[in-house]
């Protein structure tokens, strides 16, 4: 038996004696697992996980079974949780047990290991998380508004200038801002190269990412073996990530520090964290890079989502457009753009803002979460080192919170007596001690981009040669970040006003 065999072999051995301590672990509580699809001899449910669009089973599983669903893939338990009454009570009020990672062999050979939302819970962790608190927590995010506002600018002259490159040019701002915010880097119209590496190392990241999706996170043991042997192609394609991944934190995070010894920056994010290490004598340029690299490549991605989600909503519900323009139109008016300070006044456009986040959340599984200990949960067993997956598309599809689910309807947001409810919490930046730390950035991003195009142009169906409507498949990608497929719809400006007013904002 060559060494290939051997180590096949021994991989296989050491799931089943993993499966048989977790019963063994069980037996003595006579506690049954979550319900859930019945699990294979050995290899579990590793057949019925998807890899395409995985939020679609899972919430057919959560009507079939429950809040709570218990799963199985060789060695791994992958509990989905498909309620935010029992994510609170899981990820928020027991955090202590809920707040670890899932160990994936796959990220760690992609080089994504150094992600702070990929991060075991630990130290390292902490590290990551308080220099991200220090420049985006709430109070602090409000310095990064004026650069907000710029780039959201910028944006509404490229749709005056190219409105059928709409798509190109919402994901152009969702990196100009934060490229600015954490680099100092004014990104090119086209082809930028940070942002090239940045969308090429997300992408091969979303690809790999799911339980199932790649047989080496199923079975860790397969990380030994070499590329050329069949079904190892993995090998190949991590290796592909991993220079890329590389790159997207060396470029910008060089960029950056050399600015600042040439004195040429000291308010970008990279910038401050470096000047603070050096003063205090313990610079870990090594993390501040990572904390970098993860503000960039999270805060981008799930933007342009957002904002893809909203040309598409806008496209296809012309009346929730018109509803939000009248309002801008009688409070702000047509002799200026919306503000910052605007929001509070203009209930409908955040009523909008929260339907957008909730039809179509960007990020439908959230990231998942891993228990550092046994725990039993309304009399079933959750194992040590079980996958939690919050199942954030089914937990907005909830009917009895939101009735037709699959509708964009920003009225369900108000009282019967017309003032904006309390469901203010937007699901898809996650639970518990690991919410998201930029959120209070990414929520002012999407807010004054589609309260800024909406004061400005209309969008519309696109009309084919013959004057009709083309209408728009509502198709969502695969992955990690969900984002619309491609599609087209007419930008046009709401008024020769509202032009003057976005050709005034590059004087």
């Given at each position: 038996m060559d060494y290939r065999a051997s180590l096949i072999l021994g991989g296989l051995l050491v799931l089943l004696l993993k499966s048989l301590l977790g019963a063994w672990r069980?037996?003595?509580?006579?506690?049954?697992?979550?319900?859930?699809?019945?699990?294979?001899?050995?290899?579990?449910?590793?057949?019925?996980?998807?890899?395409?669009?995985?939020?679609?089973?899972?919430?057919?599983?959560?009507?079939?079974?429950?809040?709570?669903?218990?799963?199985?893939?060789?060695?791994?338990?992958?509990?989905?949780?498909?309620?935010?009454?029992?994510?609170?009570?899981l990820l928020e009020k027991r955090a202590h047990i809920y707040s670890d990672r899932p160990v994936l062999p796959m990220m760690e050979l992609m080089g994504w290991d150094f992600n702070t939302g990929l991060l075991p819970y630990g130290n390292r962790w902490r590290g990551h998380r308080k220099m991200l608190q220090r420049h985006f927590r709430r109070d602090v995010a409000q310095i990064y508004r004026p650069i907000q506002m710029k780039k959201v600018h910028a944006f509404l002259r490229g749709l005056l200038a190219t409105p059928q490159e709409f798509r190109n040019l919402f994901q152009t701002v969702a990196a100009a801002i934060i490229v600015s915010a954490v680099y100092g880097h004014e990104i090119e119209p086209a082809n930028d190269h940070f942002v090239t590496l940045s969308e090429r190392a997300v992408q091969k990241l979303s690809e790999a990412f799911f339980p199932g999706a790649v047989a080496v996170n199923a079975i860790p043991i397969l990380r030994y073996l070499p590329g050329w042997l069949p079904g190892c192609g993995f090998q190949g394609f991590a290796a592909e990530c991993r220079q890329l991944t590389q790159e997207m934190q060396e470029v910008p995070f060089n960029f950056a520090k050399g600015n600042m010894q040439e004195?040429?920056?000291?308010?970008?994010?990279?910038?401050?964290?470096?000047?603070?290490?050096?003063?205090?004598?313990?610079?870990?340029?090594?993390?501040?890079?990572?904390?970098?690299?993860?503000?960039?490549?999270?805060?981008?991605?799930?933007?342009?989502?957002?904002?893809?989600?909203?040309?598409?909503?806008?496209?296809?519900?012309?009346?929730?457009?018109?509803?939000?323009?009248?309002?801008?139109?009688?409070?702000?008016g047509t002799h200026r753009l919306p503000e910052f300070e605007d929001r509070p006044s203009l209930p409908f456009v955040e009523a909008l803002f929260r339907e957008l986040m909730r039809w179509r959340p960007v990020l439908p599984l959230g990231v998942s979460h891993a228990t550092t200990t046994d725990d039993v949960y309304e009399g079933y067993y959750i194992p040590k080192g079980a996958m939690v997956i919050s199942n954030i598309w089914a937990m907005t599809r909830n009917e009895a919170i939101y009735?037709?689910?699959?509708?964009?309807?920003?009225?369900?947001?108000?009282?019967?007596?017309?003032?904006?409810?309390?469901?203010?919490?937007?699901?898809?930046?996650?639970?518990?001690?690991?919410?998201?730390?930029?959120?209070?950035?990414?929520?002012?991003?999407?807010?004054?981009t589609i309260v800024s195009v909406l004061a400005t142009f209309d969008i519309a169906k696109a009309k084919d040669a013959n004057g009709n409507e083309i209408d728009i498949d509502p198709v969502y990608s695969d992955g990690l970040v969900s984002h619309p497929e491609p599609f087209v719809c007419s930008i046009t400006p709401r008024s020769d006003k509202a032009r003057d007013l976005v050709q005034a904002t590059e004087l």
């Open positions: 069980r037996y003595p509580l006579r506690l049954p697992y979550p319900p859930g699809p019945p699990p294979r001899f050995f290899v579990g449910n590793h057949r019925e996980i998807p890899t395409v669009l995985p939020w679609l089973t899972y919430t057919e599983w959560g009507r079939q079974y429950g809040d709570l669903v218990h799963a199985r893939t060789f060695g791994q338990h992958v509990i989905l949780v498909n309620s935010v009454e029992t994510a609170a009570e004195g040429l920056d000291s308010k970008s994010v990279v910038a401050k964290l470096l000047e603070a290490g050096r003063a205090q004598g313990n610079c870990d340029e090594q993390m501040i890079q990572e904390v970098a690299a993860v503000s960039y490549t999270a805060g981008s991605d799930t933007t342009a989502s957002s904002l893809g989600s909203f040309f598409l909503a806008m496209a296809v519900h012309p009346d929730a457009q018109k509803k939000a323009q009248r309002e801008i139109d009688s409070v702000v009735p037709e689910p699959d509708r964009f309807n920003p009225d369900r947001f108000f009282t019967a007596e017309g003032d904006l409810n309390d469901d203010d919490t937007i699901l898809t930046f996650g639970f518990g001690r690991r919410i998201c730390p930029g959120r209070h950035t990414a929520d002012a991003s999407v807010w004054c």
